[in-house]
């Protein structure tokens, strides 16, 4: 079992940056893939980026791809996702999420999931 607690939300203007942070439970956390997805009122949740449990590999969508950066320290249990040039679109609940094995783009394939944190982005 791993229980996941994201913080690190908040308001920022565009242009501006932010780090959230996915605080997990467990002695394996280097065992899961992490990902990050996202969910604007009235869309439907979607992938933002993951990264591997060794941390040697990262994907991105393309909508944050050189914007935002993956990385974890797993002595920490800690994820973290560092949001550079934040647009108005960029406007979501994110939640992170982790699996055992490889990082895929479906949600359904995440087994734990934080209970998020908003950010909002003000033009």
């Known amino acids: 079992q791993v229980q996941l607690v994201e913080s690190g939300g908040g308001l920022v203007q565009a242009g501006g940056s932010l780090r959230l942070s996915c605080a997990a439970s467990g002695r394996t956390f280097s065992s899961y893939a992490m990902a990050w997805f996202r969910q604007a009122p009235g869309k439907e949740r979607e992938f933002v980026g993951g990264i591997s449990g060794s941390a040697g590999t990262t994907y991105y969508a393309n909508s944050v791809k050189g914007r935002f950066t993956l990385s974890r320290d797993n002595a920490k249990n800690t994820g973290y996702l560092q949001m550079n040039s934040l647009k108005p679109e960029d406007t979501a609940e994110y939640y992170c999420?982790?699996?055992?094995?490889?990082?895929?783009?479906?949600?359904?394939?995440?087994?734990?999931w934080g209970q998020g944190t908003q950010v909002t982005v003000s033009s």
């Open positions: 999420a982790a699996r055992v094995g490889s990082i895929v783009t479906v949600l359904t394939a995440y087994n734990y």
